[in-house]
């Protein structure tokens, strides 16, 4: 096949695609937007993220907040919240996998901003709680 016609299959391709997302409802758009950037993402993640709800108490810049983690992984977070951040800022968080637990603390780094929330990677992790977030995010099957 020479590039012409890869080029032409191409279009073909994302014309179809178009024509198909434009007769979705809106919200069907929207889920197809999520799992779409879910993949793209998922590509450049080290580690898989499974979906969770976890209570979580972060603060940032001496601002307190409680919100929940809609997903986890070894290699971070994504919190949900509506409040106003920046990439780079650092995060402090407490929660804990169980209500049989104590929570622990974390620290971390906002490293994607999303409308609905944040991504934090984890930052000087112990052993300890690398293994404890690993074998708990293992264990999750979702909610």
Same mark, same amino acid.
């Given at each position: 096949?020479? @590039?012409?016609?890869?080029?032409?299959?191409?279009?073909?391709?994302?014309? &179809?695609?178009? !024509?198909?997302?434009?007769?979705?409802?809106?919200?069907?758009?929207?889920?197809?937007? *999520?799992?779409?950037?879910?993949?793209?993402? !998922? +590509?450049?993640?080290?580690?898989? &993220? @499974? $979906?969770?709800?976890?209570?979580?108490?972060?603060?940032?810049?001496?601002?307190? #907040?409680?919100?929940? =983690?809609?997903? =986890?992984?070894?290699? +971070?977070? #994504?919190?949900?919240?509506? !409040?106003?951040?920046?990439? %780079?800022? !650092?995060?402090?968080? /407490?929660?804990?996998?169980?209500?049989?637990? &104590? $929570?622990?603390?974390?620290? %971390?780094?906002?490293?994607?901003? @999303? $409308?609905? +929330? =944040? %991504?934090? *990677? #984890?930052?000087?992790?112990? @052993?300890?709680?690398?293994?404890?977030?690993?074998?708990? /995010?293992? *264990?999750?099957?979702?909610?």
């Amino acid at each position: 096949m020479n @590039k012409s016609d890869q080029k032409l299959k191409k279009y073909d391709v994302v014309a &179809r695609m178009f !024509e198909l997302i434009n007769n979705l409802s809106e919200d069907q758009q929207l889920i197809l937007l *999520k799992q779409i950037e879910d993949m793209t993402l !998922e +590509g450049k993640r080290g580690h898989s &993220r @499974k $979906p969770c709800l976890i209570s979580v108490d972060y603060a940032v810049e001496d601002r307190a #907040f409680t919100n929940y =983690i809609q997903d =986890i992984s070894s290699g +971070g977070v #994504f919190i949900e919240t509506s !409040e106003s951040f920046s990439i %780079g800022q !650092e995060v402090t968080m /407490a929660f804990s996998f169980s209500s049989d637990h &104590r $929570p622990s603390k974390f620290t %971390g780094e906002i490293v994607r901003i @999303k $409308p609905n +929330g =944040i %991504g934090v *990677k #984890f930052k000087d992790l112990t @052993k300890y709680q690398e293994e404890i977030i690993k074998s708990t /995010a293992e *264990k999750m099957k979702g909610i």
